[in-house]
């Protein structure tokens, strides 16, 4: 084998894991397992995760009041897990597609820190020109509307859909949830959209028991933030590298 790949591996510096910590906006502690496995299964030996529930709030977030008590729970936690840990996080996961506290959270915690909606959102526009996204709820629809006019995207969206029901019963994966699923994808692909959004924590790693996918790509919002989290905690590191080897003397002429 040539010795160049071992001389530039060598040359690298050699760092830990990443560090993400995971806040799930609800209180539902089985919901904080399932995440946390599935961004452990997802990174593998590329970030260590710490997922944590909120302290307090809904179980599960299904209105503009409950965000607003959740965005409290979700800064709570955050500078509780901020303040004992034994090594500042890289990255930091709100795993709730409302994002309560975001820019709070981004405020108080020196670290990226990533939403499912604007994660997901954003992948979209890089995969199609308009995005649609699938959920569970009936108040959803008026408050994403409000996020992605914030985000100033609502010209690429061609739709929103709201399953009914309970977003937590969507979680058991059951086959009639599944199913339900998978129509609301190919309406929404009927509508106009050529990338769509699967959306929210219950529907977190859903892609796997769906009985059949659309013509489109489809995004699962949960994962669209864990990657971008990844990513941005990675050029984080990459620029500090950059920087501390530029200063290092024996980078310097003569030395």
């Known amino acids: 084998m040539s010795a160049a790949p071992e001389a530039i591996s060598a040359d690298r510096p050699v760092v830990p894991?990443?560090?993400?910590?995971?806040?799930?906006?609800?209180?539902t502690a089985t919901l904080t397992d399932s995440l946390a496995g599935q961004a452990r299964a997802f990174y593998g030996g590329a970030a260590h995760v710490r997922a944590v529930t909120a302290p307090f709030g809904p179980a599960y977030i299904a209105s503009r009041a409950e965000a607003a008590i959740s965005a409290h729970a979700v800064l709570a936690a955050v500078e509780s897990e901020a303040a004992r840990a034994e090594a500042p996080f890289d990255a930091c996961v709100l795993a709730c597609f409302g994002e309560p506290g975001i820019g709070a959270v981004r405020e108080?915690?020196?670290?990226?820190?990533?939403?499912m909606a604007e994660a997901s959102i954003m992948t979209a526009m890089q995969r199609g020109d308009r995005y649609a996204i699938v959920t569970v709820g009936q108040r959803w629809p008026g408050m994403l509307r409000e996020q992605i006019r914030q985000l100033g995207v609502e010209s690429r969206?061609?739709?929103?859909?709201?399953?009914?029901?309970?977003?937590?019963?969507?979680?058991?994966?059951?086959?009639d949830s599944a199913a339900a699923v998978a129509r609301a994808l190919e309406q929404a692909e009927q509508q106009g959209a050529d990338v769509v959004i699967v959306a929210g924590a219950a529907l977190a790693g859903y892609l796997p028991h769906l009985p059949r996918l659309p013509r489109v790509p489809i995004i699962d919002s949960y994962r669209a933030a864990l990657a971008q989290a990844l990513a941005l905690a990675s050029l984080e590191r990459s620029n500090y590298f950059a920087y501390t080897r530029s200063r290092s003397p024996s980078d310097k002429p003569g030395q």
């Open 17 to 27: 894991p990443c560090r993400v910590l995971v806040v799930n906006g609800n209180t």
């Open 108 to 115: 108080r915690l020196d670290a990226p820190v990533v939403g």
């Open 157 to 175: 969206c061609a739709g929103i859909l709201a399953l009914p029901g309970n977003a937590l019963d969507y979680a058991s994966r059951s086959a």
